[in-house]
């Protein structure tokens, strides 16, 4: 069974930095492309970043581009996404998810999300 | 990299056919044939229900069917019944290794 569990999501100050990891279970994780997406509290989805299977290639929104990085370690079967001078607007419920290529957006398997909240 | 634009809310009786629209540009919707559709109910993580324009993952009902014109992209619904009543999504390949989200349209059924 395709598993994918987030997980450090927790209230932050702005300004500071915050890191959250997906593990993957019951798939070959080496085989996907990952990406994260986020849900603002009431609002729509929005995509953050995407990483190829072999870390070859990575894409950001141009509203984190600069601030939050991703990484993924197919060994261990984990991804990250580490979110610098985070902002109000960060905050949101952070879902992993995963595609069989980099560029398609076909995001077959969701974990449950993770919650940011950025505030003072 | 500007959302797609979808319907705020559509609705529908059940039986009937709905389609929701998903509208981009000629830098994403137009060029690639990339386009999927997501459904998410209250609380719940989005579920995957088209892909590449006109294609449904194995288990998805034969109800849900997708096209697109130019840079517009639709999903239509068939046979509604009170369970697809939720938030539905676009996503599209925008180039250089960035996707987008429509903002997402709400259907009621009625």
């Known amino acids: 069974e395709v598993q994918l569990v987030e997980s450090g999501g927790t209230l932050v100050q702005p300004g500071r930095s915050l890191r959250l990891s997906c593990a993957a279970s019951g798939f070959t994780f080496g085989d996907y492309a990952m990406h994260w997406v986020r849900q603002a509290p009431g609002k729509g989805l929005e995509w953050v970043s995407s990483i190829s299977w072999n870390s070859g290639s990575m894409g950001f929104a141009g509203s984190v581009k600069g601030r939050f990085t991703i990484s993924r370690d197919n060994a261990k079967n984990s991804l990250h996404l580490q979110m610098n001078s985070l902002r109000g607007e960060d905050t949101a419920l952070y879902y992993c998810?995963?595609?069989?290529?980099?560029?398609?957006?076909?995001?077959?398997?969701w974990g449950q999300g993770t919650l940011v909240t950025v505030s003072s | 990299q500007s959302a797609l634009t979808q319907p705020a809310s559509v609705s529908g009786s059940p039986g009937q056919s709905i389609t929701i629209s998903c509208t981009g540009t000629?830098?994403?919707?137009?060029?690639?044939?990339?386009v999927s559709w997501y459904q998410q109910h209250p609380g719940k993580a989005p579920k995957f229900m088209i892909y590449e324009e006109t294609k449904r993952p194995s288990g998805v009902s034969n109800r849900f069917s997708g096209s697109k014109s130019g840079n517009t992209a639709s999903l239509t619904i068939s046979g509604l019944q009170a369970d697809d009543e939720a938030d539905y999504y676009c996503c599209s390949y925008a180039g250089s290794g960035t996707l987008v989200f429509g903002g997402g349209t709400k259907l009621t059924v009625l």
């Open positions: 998810t995963r595609s069989p290529s980099y560029r398609e957006p076909n995001f077959d398997y």
């Open positions: 000629s830098s994403d919707v137009g060029t690639y044939h990339l």
